[in-house]
């Protein structure tokens, strides 16, 4: 069963930085695509960045040089450092993981298991 849990988020100035923190059990981050989706109230869930179980990484254009992704397979655990912070990144911020072992990356939502998300709200 796959249990996944964020924390790190918070409220912070624009151009301040957060390190968010999902902890997964039930089955290795190392044999599964990891990834991070965001909420914007009144918006659709957006892909945000994601790591494939060999390490590759893929990050949405809106921050892409801000944002980075991190795995520590030992204490099975994922990591998303966010610098730079920008109004218009605060959001509710969901962990995922794939579906499959082994499996690709990708950024439709239905391809994930969600975790229950953290709150980010970068004030101006």
């Known amino acids: 069963q796959v249990h996944l849990v964020e924390s790190g988020g918070g409220l912070v100035q624009a151009g301040g930085s957060l390190r968010l923190s999902c902890a997964a059990s039930?089955?290795?981050?190392?044999?599964?695509?990891m990834g991070w989706f965001r909420q914007a109230p009144g918006k659709e869930r957006e892909f945000v960045a994601a790591?494939?179980?060999?390490?590759?990484?893929d990050y949405a254009d809106s921050v892409k040089g801000r944002f980075t992704f991190s795995r520590d397979s030992t204490k099975n655990t994922v990591y998303l450092q966010m610098n730079g912070l920008k109004p218009e990144d605060t959001a509710n911020y969901y962990c995922?993981?794939?579906?499959?072992?082994?499996?690709?990356?990708?950024?439709?939502?239905?391809?994930?298991?969600w975790g229950q998300g953290t709150q980010v709200t970068v004030s101006s």
């Open positions: 039930g089955r290795a981050v190392s044999y599964y695509a």
């Open positions: 790591m494939s179980w060999s390490g590759g990484t």
């Open positions: 995922v993981q794939g579906t499959r072992a082994y499996g690709g990356l990708s950024r439709r939502s239905d391809d994930w298991y």
